[in-house]
T-cell receptor, first 110, second 116 residues
Framework: EDKVVQSPLSLVVHEGDTVTLNCSYE??????LLWYKQEKKAPTFLFML????IEKKSGRLSSILDKKELSSILNITATQTGDSAIYLC??????????FGTGTRLKVLA | NAGVMQNPRHLVRRRGQEARLRCSPM?????VYWYRQLPEEGLKFMVY????????ESGMPKERFSAEFPKEGPSILRIQQVVRGDSAAYFC??????????????FGAGSRLTVL
């Protein structure tokens, strides 16, 4: 059965801290892994990773895929309160259904 | 670009009533997907539609749930005779094609259904 597992389930940090969120996957016909940020509105797209070892970066956020370990990490440096959200990891198997992890709930304290 | 529009954002129904959730995809997107998010769980695929066609409804309960995407107008997710277990956030997403390897789903803000 295809699955995506995220850890930790929740995390509380202080502003300025660096956090690493983990995502492991077992999907048939792997094509890509995606990260979304979910606040009290639409999940918004962060990154799509298809190639192992190539870091994608956007401001203080970065992500990398390890196909050997079937995993990905999302790093957030110098966290801000606005980073508080649920971070979702997803992968579509060879078909078109995204398999989502349960998410990591990040809370950044001022 | 208004993005994916869902309404209503919040819906309260009593057990046995019907719930209708609407979704207008992003401009230029012809593929619509519905996902359900139960409390403390991840998003779960329900159904994939193109205009006037249901492509895959394997994630949708066979009874009481139906979906459509007519030639004109929004996609509708309909839940008949709602029960408390239907309380969840229902997210709609759209994409320009079904090639997930190359295209990213764009999500709406969700419709939160509460069944009393």
């Amino acid at each position: 059965e295809d699955k995506v597992v995220q850890s930790p389930l929740s995390l509380v940090v202080h502003e300025g801290d660096t956090v690493t969120l983990n995502c492991s996957y077992e999907v048939t016909n792997f094509r890509s892994l995606l990260w979304y940020k979910q606040e009290k509105k639409a999940p918004t797209f962060l990154f799509m990773l298809t190639s192992s070892g190539i870091e994608k970066k956007s401001g203080r956020l970065s992500s990398i895929l390890d196909k050997k370990e079937l995993s990905s990490i999302l790093n957030i440096t110098a966290t801000q309160t606005g980073d508080s959200a649920i971070y979702l990891c997803a992968s579509p198997p060879g078909t078109y259904k995204y398999i989502f992890g349960t998410g990591t709930r990040l809370k950044v304290l001022a | 670009n208004a993005g994916v529009m869902q309404n209503p954002r919040h819906l309260v129904r009593r057990r046995g009533q019907e719930a209708r959730l609407r979704c207008s995809p992003m401009k230029g997107h012809s593929h619509v997907y519905w996902y359900r998010q139960l409390p403390e769980e991840g998003l779960k695929f329900m159904v994939y539609l193109q205009k006037e066609n249901i492509i895959d409804e394997s994630g949708m309960p066979k009874e009481r749930f139906s979906a459509e995407f007519p030639k004109e107008g929004p996609s509708i997710l309909r839940i008949q005779q709602v029960v408390r277990g239907d309380s969840a956030a229902y997210f709609c997403a759209s994409s320009p094609s079904s090639e997930f390897g190359a295209n990213v789903l764009t999500f709406g803000a969700g419709s939160r259904l509460t069944v009393l």
